[in-house]
């Protein structure tokens, strides 16, 4: 619960930071200059209909995917209220760097808990496994595709887009090993007993 509410604020850090958004988040402020729906509550319908293209791909939902896709919405707007908007251009930066190592280490938390993937990560193993694609290959197919979709519809496309692209995959990975939940499997002889 700790890293979906700062899974939120992390993007709320880098939103506030106004030098690009992350894909995702892109796509988010692009649908939200059109209808009149906070970023967080967009967030949520993004994720129920992404967890909709679950269905044909077979994919398992856990408590935490449905946690996360009701969870990082409202904290995500959460810090939108507190985090001011329009600052000089090195405090933007730094809200963007906190943001992305937020938003990390926030990662390595919900996915180290093992209660189930993000919406958008089920998507993309799902798609792998249905495709037999690489996951790089449709991982950056799938932040093109709402990238693209999300410029075109007003969203925050810079530099700190193409950063966090760069960047939040070795983030990612080192915080997943400073706070994944070791489970140990128990010998087959205990299971039994």
């Known amino acids: ?44 319908l993004t994720s129920i209909v992404v967890l909709l293209f679950w269905l044909p791909l077979r994919q398992r939902y856990g408590i935490g995917t449905l946690l996360n896709a009701l969870l990082v919405g409202p904290s995500a707007d959460i810090g939108l ?33 093992h209660f ?18 690489p996951i ?4 950056t197919g799938l932040e093109i595709i709402v990238v693209v979709i999300g410029w075109s519809l007003g969203g ?13 995959g070795p983030l990612c990975q080192y915080f997943m090993r400073i706070f994944a939940v070791r489970i140990e499997e128990r010998p087959q002889e205990d299971v039994a007993a």
């Open 156 to 168: 925050n496309v810079g530099i700190g887009t193409l950063a966090f692209a760069v960047l939040v």
């Open 81 to 113: 209220f507190l985090i001011p908007a329009g600052q000089a251009l090195w405090l933007r930066v730094g809200f963007f760097v906190i943001g992305l190592l937020v938003l990390a280490a926030a990662t390595g938390l919900y996915i180290g808990a």
């Open 1 to 44: 619960m700790v890293g979906l509410f700062l899974y939120g604020m992390g993007i709320a850090f880098m939103v506030r930071g106004e030098i690009g958004a992350a894909p995702w988040d892109v796509l988010s402020q692009g649908i939200a200059r059109h209808v009149p729906l906070s970023f967080g509550v967009i967030t949520i």
């Open 136 to 139: 790089w290959i449709v991982r």
């Open 116 to 133: 189930g993937p993000g919406p958008r990560d089920g998507l993309m193993t799902g798609l792998h496994n249905r495709t037999g694609w």
